[in-house]
């Protein structure tokens, strides 16, 4: 019976079910309740809130409410000086270990701080990223994926790229091809003139922001309120040469989107095309292009209706068939299926 009624009635005294106040109030009242009214409440004889009557073992009489507060208060003594015993064991644990550290010579590289931080909060992550502008001298590396740059988050960091450009600091940027319609990030390029060049590509990994090659900041949750600094050395010469070789596929901004060699089928739509001849939902694909699900769909649409496909599995079908399931490509002749070749200069 203990058991059962741990399991459906999961409190202490000082935190009654309903059902349990209710037929306790009662007996306080009436001075004792039969033992059937509270079968339904198990935890007040587990409590001892309730106990038979010596008289007549059908009845149960209530524990007094004075002698139930009594027993409340010196069970949280207890427990108030349990907690004060283990906060001085943890005090002296900590003295005795920082103790220990400051016998420790510092690391010979001179590396400043951990190797990897947690920022929680969207504060703490703006005073990380403006120490580590204040100390950059050489270089700014980044990746902005999500398509179109809004005017505030320009703006946001505005003071730290103009700050970097005083002081001569290169800066090389990612974007998604999206990114390339939104005048916001055309007119943050004309305030920073030489200091940073800007290239996209179709998709891009997440959110990457790298100072001299020392020091890294990476997301460490879904809506970035939480921030990762990366100083190993390893793990920032790894997204370094992630960077490097990406920077190396993508297209200047200055330059044009290459030709699909398709006539009708734009670059996004192509991109789209392989992204769904791998399997990928409406909203994954939309996610990797940095557009909006109802974007998407629209460009599927017009997919569908070039190729002459009247569903979504013929649509694949017609993708492998015109080769827009592989790597892109451009300046080639395709045939699409049910339409007379089309060739591109």
Do not use: K
Not at 74 to 89: F, I, K, L, P
Not at 190 to 210: F, K
């Amino acid at each position: 019976m203990a058991g059962h009624g741990a399991d459906e009635h999961p409190h202490g005294a000082d935190r009654l079910c309903e059902a349990g106040d209710r037929v306790y109030s009662r007996a306080v009242r009436r001075g004792r309740v039969p033992r059937r009214d509270a079968e339904p409440v198990p935890c007040l004889l587990e409590l001892a809130l309730l106990h038979p009557d010596p008289d007549d073992m059908e009845w149960l009489v209530p524990t007094s409410p004075q002698e139930v507060m009594t027993r409340l208060l010196r069970g949280m003594h207890d427990e108030v000086s349990a907690s004060q015993r283990r906060v001085g064991s943890a005090v002296a644990a900590v003295e005795w270990y920082a103790g220990l550290g400051r016998q420790v010579r510092p690391d010979a590289s001179g590396a400043e701080g951990p190797a990897i931080r947690v920022l929680d909060g969207l504060a703490r992550i703006q005073a990380a990223m403006d120490e580590a502008t204040q100390a950059c001298t050489t270089e700014v590396i980044t990746v902005q994926p999500g398509g179109i740059r809004r005017e505030a988050e320009l703006s946001e960091g505005l003071h730290r790229a103009l700050a970097l450009r005083g002081r001569g600091v290169r800066m090389r940027d990612l974007y998604t091809h999206v990114a390339r319609h939104g005048q916001g990030l055309l007119t943050y390029l004309e305030l920073m003139g030489d200091a940073v060049e800007a290239r996209t590509l179709d998709e891009v990994i997440d959110r990457l922001i790298l100072f001299d090659r020392t020091v890294a900041f990476i997301p460490a949750n879904s809506d970035r309120t939480m921030a990762l600094e990366l100083r190993h050395p390893a793990l920032v010469a790894y997204l370094v040469t992630i960077f490097d070789r990406l920077w190396r596929l993508a297209i200047p901004l200055t330059a044009p989107l290459p030709d699909t060699g398709i006539e009708g089928i734009s670059h996004r739509e192509q991109s789209i095309a392989a992204l769904l001849a791998e399997g990928h939902q409406d909203a994954v694909i939309a996610e990797r292009l940095g557009i909006s699900v109802r974007t998407c769909r629209a460009h599927i649409a017009r997919l569908s209706e070039t190729l002459g496909a009247a569903s979504r599995t013929q649509l694949g079908v017609r993708i492998a068939q015109a080769g827009l399931d592989g790597p892109q490509r451009s300046s080639t002749s395709v045939s699409v299926p049910g339409r007379e070749s089309r060739t591109v200069r």
